[in-house]
């Protein structure tokens, strides 16, 4: 099975810091890899899909891209609302592999 | 508003059976997959399996085939996640989801079932 590995683990920035996040495949999966959001006790949300569509109503300061193996995840200006533990999820084939997660906290 | 409405929180022994359900609610899930996400205390997030409720299909992830059920009742439009036998392990904030309009990424969540397995 295709192993999804984010970097780093955590990481603490600024508000107002420009943040970037790493997910790698460990084969090719073009560009089918979401992004999603999981705030302190809440939900997942879906952020990104095919690697850099931005699903609506997400804010334009988070972005994506990559494909095939490398993918990022960038929140152009971070903001207190972020703090966020984030996952990526390849979904080219079964199993639709989430990556470990990236959990994001305030300086 | 469409959404996935989730039955409340279990507190089961080891060894008892369960069913949660994940009813859609503004929008009819016959013609769209539902997902089961597992999530451990304190750890990621994990896909169980998907079920097509047109024709009861699904696929199981491997970690998760034949330690749980997946099931629909089209007629109340209700998905299902089953257990017969469970164990402390079983543990978790258990989702369902459902897929995007082009793949296989999940845009529209329930609110998760908290599921405690303790003797």
């Known amino acids: 099975d295709i192993q999804m590995t984010q970097s780093p683990p955590s990481l603490s920035a600024s508000v107002g810091d420009r943040v970037t996040i790493t997910c790698r495949a460990s084969?090719?999966?073009?560009?089918?890899l979401a992004w999603y959001q999981q705030n302190p006790g809440k939900v997942p949300k879906l952020l990104i899909y095919?690697?850099?569509t931005l699903q609506s109503g997400v804010p334009s300061r988070f972005s994506g891209s990559g494909s095939g193996t490398d993918f990022t995840l960038t929140i152009s200006s971070l903001r207190p609302e972020d703090v966020a533990t984030y996952y990526c999820?390849?979904?080219?084939?079964?199993?639709?592999?989430f990556g470990q997660g990236t959990k994001l906290e305030i300086k | 508003e469409v959404q996935l409405v989730q039955s409340g929180a279990e507190v089961k022994k080891p060894g008892e059976s369960l069913k949660i359900s994940c009813n859609g609610s503004?929008?009819?899930?016959?013609?769209?997959?539902i997902g089961w996400v597992r999530q451990m205390p304190g750890k990621g997030l994990e896909l169980m399996g998907i079920?097509?409720?047109?024709?009861?299909?699904?696929r199981y992830s491997p970690s998760f085939q034949g330690q749980v059920t997946i099931s629909v009742d089209k007629s109340i439009n209700t998905a299902y996640l089953q257990w017969t036998s469970l164990k402390a392990s079983d543990t978790a904030m258990y989702y369902c989801?459902?897929?995007?309009?082009?793949?296989?990424?999940?845009?529209?969540w329930g609110r998760g079932t908290l599921v405690t397995v303790s003797s």
């Open positions: 989801a459902r897929p995007g309009r082009s793949g296989w990424y999940f845009d529209l």
């Open positions: 503004g929008y009819s899930i016959i013609n769209y997959w």
């Open positions: 079920i097509y409720p047109a024709d009861s299909e699904t």
């Open positions: 084969q090719d999966i073009n560009n089918y």
């Open positions: 095919a690697a850099s």
């Open positions: 999820q390849k979904y080219d084939r079964v199993p639709y592999t």
